[in-house]
């Protein structure tokens, strides 16, 4: 099972703003996901990924520097600190009015259409990152009953189960991280989702297929050296909908799909967060 370092940072004086800001700019370096505490915050980052100078560079780099931030670190096991955090944390979700996500140990009183439960062996994939959340908007707005959808990195496949609840005639849900992988499997069972075939793998998984509706939910770099592969499995007046990179990303994103013989149809943003939608004409 793989070990994660557990960081605890310190913000004297405590500023609400920088607290925010923190884990955006650790989210660069490999952390996952954050809890608060008093004075400050808690992340996770794999073991093998943690570096102090990381850390320091993430610091330096805030936009605000009013306060001394310091922090300690110890050595968790993944199953001990997601534990936790679902029993503590995660808090049920809701997408707009017609969609809710929260884990097994919550039971939700509610007639909301779409009732997505989800076990997440990390936080990320839960509904709560800003990124899920915009791409979740996206397919209760924009998704077709009767169509096919790829959920390429799709973590704790929320997403391929959104879509599937949605009415997609079929669904495939893919990452590389074998936890993921997993985990995915097990929220499908969860949801009694059986039109969804998960793989593990990169975009080459995705081989000869192809899709009337994509969602890639993964980092700037990753998103750019796929777009061609992305393009390739879309059907003519398929919709790819493209999140997991900052507004200062937008640029550059956006004129690798239009490279890529895409049509731009709009942006969204949330917080410092952004995705946005292509058609293939």
Known sequence: MT???ETSFSIRPYDRDIADLLPV?????????????EGGLKGYVKEALYSDSDIDAAIASLPIQTSTITYTNKSVPCEDWNRKWIEESFTPVEVGENCIIHSPNHLVDTDTKYDIVVAPVMAFGSGHHQTTYMMAEHLIRDFEAG??????????????????KLG????????????????????I???SAGNINVLLGDSTAIGCSRFDAIA??????????????????LNRGGALYLSGFYVSDIEAVKDSAIKNGLEFVK???????????????
Request: charged residues 25%; negative net charge; proline residues 2%.
């Open 267 to 281: 942006s969204e943003a949330r917080e410092e967060w952004a995705s946005l939608k292509f058609q293939k004409p």
């Open 216 to 233: 890639a939910n993964i980092n700037r770099n990753i998103l750019l050296a796929d777009m061609p592969a992305y393009t390739k499995a």
């Open 168 to 187: 997609a005639k079929s669904v495939t849900a893919i990452d590389i991280d074998e936890m993921a992988y997993e985990n995915c499997i097990e929220n």
């Open 25 to 37: 700019f650790l989210a660069e370096y490999g952390y996952e996901t954050f809890t608060d505490t």
């Open 3 to 5: 070990e994660y370092i």
């Open 147 to 164: 169509k096919t959808f790829l959920d390429m990195g799709c973590g704790t496949g929320v997403l391929a189960i959104l879509a599937s």
């Open 189 to 191: 069972r969860l949801n």
